[in-house]
């Protein structure tokens, strides 16, 4: 039973990626005439398993473009399908191109919490390296309703989608950059993530912290970095975990030789923190020797 929902998976999987409705159709009309039809049963089961793919992506893709008119049980149905077909990069391309970002984006601010966490899945999962579904979601206005829909979300679950699908959305994206931290005082949004109740929230947060960082110039580091220290030593000091303490420390590497961080990062219980580090015995040796030249750095 696992083989075969295997199997299916891998055909979905190889329809999505090589889907062509008109080739499609001529090839599976002439598969199946009757001279060519034992020779050719395993082609026609790769066909099938095409235009299973084809139906599927555009009732799922359907459905949520008028989730208005449906029942809960099938939008989230509808989203659940969408998400796995948007992991291919062309799919979730085709997301963009037929307009469906918006309705995404109402469904990231629906009233039932499963539908707002599956929302924003699909729209974090859609904007990984794609630059046209950044560039739609600029348009539809996604950074704004983002920041709006965390700062009222109860759900630790959603909270972390919502934060993937920013992170997401802001990586490489110099406009989104812009919008976030100036428009959106996206440095204070960002603290609050990381002082989230939810560990894994915290976590997701230090990451997403670090990359808009590195994605910075050095201007926009001096201006966006200090209103994170607090936040950041908060989350090393808080949760010894080493892929939190891996991110929270690559963050002090790209600051500390900056003019001011040092005292700042004191200030802020640097020095506690990175004694709490070196001192774990879980950590594997790499991360504590990062964390003892950040020390050393500090010291200096």
Not at 45 to 52: E, G
Not at 174 to 187: E, P, T
Request: aromatic content about 4%.
């Amino acid at each position: 039973m696992a083989n075969s929902s295997e199997n299916m998976e891998k055909l979905l999987k190889w329809g999505i990626a090589n889907s062509d409705p008109d080739r499609l159709r001529a090839e599976t009309e002439q598969l199946a005439a009757p001279s060519n039809a034992e020779a050719a049963k395993e082609k026609l089961a790769w066909l099938d398993a095409m235009h299973a793919a084809d139906r599927e992506w555009e009732d799922a893709l359907l459905a949520v473009q008028n989730h208005s008119e449906l029942e809960r049980d099938t939008v989230l149905g509808a989203l659940r399908a969408v998400r796995f077909f948007v992991e291919q990069i062309d799919m979730a391309s085709n997301l963009a191109k037929r307009g469906a970002v918006k309705q995404v984006l109402e469904l990231v601010q629906h009233s039932d919490e499963e539908i707002r966490m599956e929302a924003a899945f699909v729209l974090g999962t859609a904007l990984a390296h794609n630059e046209l579904v950044q560039k739609k979601c600029m348009e539809e206005k996604a950074i704004e309703i983002l920041v709006a829909q965390s700062s009222s979300e109860k759900s630790p679950q959603v909270r972390k989608k919502l934060l993937l699908a920013l992170s997401a959305l802001l990586r490489h994206n110099r406009v989104g950059q812009y919008v976030f931290l100036r428009k959106h005082n996206g440095a204070s949004v960002l603290g609050d993530f990381l002082r989230d109740p939810a560990t894994s929230v915290r976590r997701k947060a230090a990451h997403a912290t670090l990359h808009l960082l590195r994605d910075g110039s050095d201007d926009e580091q001096r201006e966006f970095a200090p209103d994170v220290v607090q936040p950041m030593m908060g989350t090393l000091a808080r949760d010894l975990d080493e892929d939190t303490a891996e991110a929270v420390l690559q963050f002090l590497s790209t600051i500390i030789n900056i003019s001011g961080f040092k005292d700042l990062i004191r200030q802020n219980g640097g020095e506690e923190a990175l004694e709490r580090v070196v001192a774990c015995d879980d950590f594997g040796e790499d991360l504590l020797a990062q964390a003892r030249d950040v020390q050393r750095a500090l010291r200096a």
